[in-house]
């Protein structure tokens, strides 16, 4: 969309099987996937269908057991700062206050201290956790605590956030206030997001292009733009049209796999 | 509490834990004072008992209550009887506590690498773990002869039965706490550029604190256990050695002695053991 040279991250071919108790699951087939600088990609489809295991290839916490991926044009040879995750459930190092969960990639980068407490206390500042920035984890919100970890994934310099459901465990009001939020910051740092929802209203609402991926085998079934203009309002017809035919892809296939 | 209303459900639970933490100050010292009360009411309870059932027998084998405080009195500062154990409390305890907080730090030294390697590394796990499995069932007294030969008679095998009798608790929880780290953890400290050797000091000793503490304190209470044993055979001195002496002089109100003042350094070390890990478990929810 914006950086048309190199995509961020390209996906070619790319399958994954696992053995589970004596049995071959294939988690993912054929996924082919394109994402350029600056996107905001979200990836929909019932449980099983490999969204979260696509998710974790880029992340590099999975290898493919078939095809390739890669960032930069380069191949993903495991975890690291340049592709940050935010876990449903936080991993968020329990023992370590707020503030010191922003600063651990900073320090474990080996920057200097000087900069790290810059960089802590701006991400502090942006999620707007100042008061509780000696607070440890277990006496926050989720919605907190989900703040906590977009933050700590920003402070690291990262040029792709991936999402695994982020929002999933919270009510909904703190949803749509992280939902804002975390448009808000992607506008103004031109982050790359991979987001994992099985919303679709939340896909609709967040993202610059929808994938929709069905299950057994899981792939990549078919893509749509999202052209409509941001901030997006939930009741609009034209919104309405477009979660319309996106339930409609997804139903298709789960008929289809019934049938 | 201001922050309820922008904050939401956080602030709220904030707000209560702080209004748990400081009631009023005279309801606080009211229930602090029935805490103190309650607890104190099984001990008096037994001591009455005790004094009731052995107080103005001529042959009772047990010493009264009053007669094991004068002693203890004695034992401590000296000036009433004047014998050979006036005023020497202070030496065995002393030795005791040598030998077992020696043995508990040696223990510690040896139990809580050899656990986090056991529990993160599969070769150190299939490499040392049946052996140590296999020995563990071996009660600690039960080395006694053995260290006795090893290390000779005196405060050497009682040293090393200290160690052996805190080392498995300490291990087998150390190993414990390092399985179960949420794995998520490692996920999420490899993403933020946090691998390898570095994980251990990072991820697995901190997330394996609580569990290694619960070793601690089960160690240090094996310690005290088994420095009795270790003390009752060649050793001069020792709270193990004078219950132990004053069995055989039929001096019941002094081995009587040994046994509280086993109790209380005990109980005095599991306090600052549980105080240290208040301080550095702040973090976890089932501590704070």
């Avoid at chain 2, 509490?1 to 005279?26: E, Q, R």
Wanted: hydrophobic letters at 50%.
């Amino acid at each position: 969309m914006r950086d048309t040279t190199v995509p961020v991250i390209e996906l070619k071919d790319v399958g994954k099987q696992f053995e589970l108790q004596g049995r071959r699951i294939e988690a993912l087939r054929g996924a082919r996937l394109t994402v350029h600088k600056g996107e905001f990609v979200c990836l929909i489809g019932a449980s099983g269908c490999g969204k979260s295991t696509l998710l974790r290839i880029i992340a590099g916490f999975e290898r493919p057991t078939h095809g390739e991926a890669l960032m930069w044009g380069v191949p993903i040879a495991g975890p690291a700062p340049d592709r940050g995750m935010v876990f449903q459930d936080y991993g968020l190092f329990p023992w370590l206050t707020v503030r010191r969960n922003i600063a651990f990639g900073p320090i474990a980068r080996g920057r200097p201290a000087a900069e790290v407490k810059d960089t802590v206390e701006r991400f502090i500042s942006l999620i707007g956790l100042q008061r509780f920035a000696d607070a440890y984890p277990h006496q926050l919100s989720g919605g907190m605590k989900q703040r906590v970890a977009i933050a700590r994934v920003l402070a690291n310099d990262a040029d792709v956030v991936l999402m695994d459901e982020p929002f999933g465990a919270l009510d909904a009001m703190t949803r749509e206030r992280l939902q804002d939020e975390l448009l808000e910051i992607w506008q103004r740092t031109g982050l790359t997001v991979m987001f994992v929802t099985h919303s679709i209203e939340e896909a609709i609402f967040l993202a610059d292009r929808v994938v929709v991926m069905s299950p057994g085998p899981g792939r990549i079934e078919s893509e749509m733009r999202i052209d409509l203009p941001r901030r997006r309002d939930v009741s609009a017809p034209d919104f309405n049209e477009i979660r319309r035919e996106l339930s409609r892809r997804l139903h298709n296939d789960l008929a289809r796999k019934a049938a | 509490m201001s922050a309820t209303a922008d904050i939401g459900p956080a602030a709220d639970a904030a707000a209560t834990d702080a209004s748990a933490a400081a009631p009023a100050p005279p309801v606080a010292a009211w229930r602090r004072a029935r805490g103190a009360l309650l607890a104190l009411a099984l001990p008096i309870g037994l001591i009455v008992a005790w004094h009731l059932a052995t107080h103005g027998r001529k042959y009772s084998l047990i010493p009264p209550p009053s007669d094991v405080a004068i002693e203890l009195y004695d034992l401590a500062f000296g000036g009433i009887y004047d014998d050979a154990y006036s005023g020497t409390l202070y030496v065995h305890l002393l030795a005791s506590m040598s030998r077992v907080y020696g043995g508990f730090a040696l223990a510690l030294a040896v139990a809580l690498p050899l656990g986090l390697m056991i529990g993160r590394i599969a070769l150190m796990r299939q490499l040392l773990d049946p052996t140590l499995q296999l020995l563990r069932p071996i009660p600690v007294t039960a080395w006694l002869p053995l260290a006795m030969i090893m290390f000779g008679l005196g405060p050497r095998s009682a040293f090393f039965l200290v160690f052996l009798g805190a080392f498995y608790p300490i291990l087998i929880n150390t190993i414990f706490g390092v399985r179960s780290v949420d794995p998520r953890l490692f996920e999420a400290a490899s993403m933020l550029g946090c691998t390898g050797s570095v994980q251990f000091f990072k991820v697995v000793l901190p997330a394996s604190l609580p569990a290694i503490f619960t070793g601690l304190r089960l160690g240090l209470g094996f310690a005290w256990v088994v420095i009795v044993v270790g003390e009752m055979t060649g050793v001069e001195t020792g709270l193990g050695a004078i219950i132990m002496e004053a069995r055989q002089l039929s001096r019941t109100e002094i081995v009587i002695c040994g046994m509280i003042v086993i109790g209380i350094a005990g109980f005095i070390t599991d306090r600052l053991v549980v105080l240290l890990g208040r301080r550095l478990l702040r973090w976890s929810p089932s501590h704070a």
